[in-house]
């Protein structure tokens, strides 16, 4: 319980060096035995890819995050899952814009399309 309020409440500071520090221990908490501390961490993670998707995405959260899809808890499964919908709900969203502004007359989003996608 204690590991899981202090992966939440590091997960609301939206500091870069605090940022930094919270990679390991989120990544520890992500492979936690207690499904309530690793359901937190997911919730961490979905935050902390709102403030820094890279650092998510180089860090390899969204890795974990695809094997916590298969846990074999239910709540754990769902977090989880909740993000992977969230995520691919963006990407989709990104490329109607990108598709929108073609046809009006120039996509502003171009160069930036695969690193969005």
């Keep these: ?15 870069d060096k ?3 520090c919270l990679v390991q221990p989120l990544r520890h908490c992500m492979r936690d035995q207690d499904p309530y ?17 890279h650092l998510v ?9 695809r ?17 992977a919908d969230d995520r691919q709900r963006r990407r989709r969203l990104w490329l109607i814009m990108c598709i929108l502004g073609n046809a009006i007359g120039g996509c502003k989003c171009r160069g930036s399309l695969d690193r969005n996608l």
Excluded: W
């Design 1 to 15: 319980m204690i590991r899981a309020l202090a992966i939440r409440t590091m997960g609301y500071i939206h500091v």
């Design 18 to 20: 605090v940022t930094a």
């Design 37 to 53: 501390v690793r359901k937190t961490a997911a919730v961490c993670v979905a935050k902390l890819f709102m403030q820094d998707r």
């Design 57 to 65: 995405e180089s860090a390899g959260f969204i890795d974990l995050l």
């Design 67 to 83: 094997d916590m899809l298969i846990d074999s808890n239910p709540s754990v499964h769902d977090t989880s899952h909740c993000f």
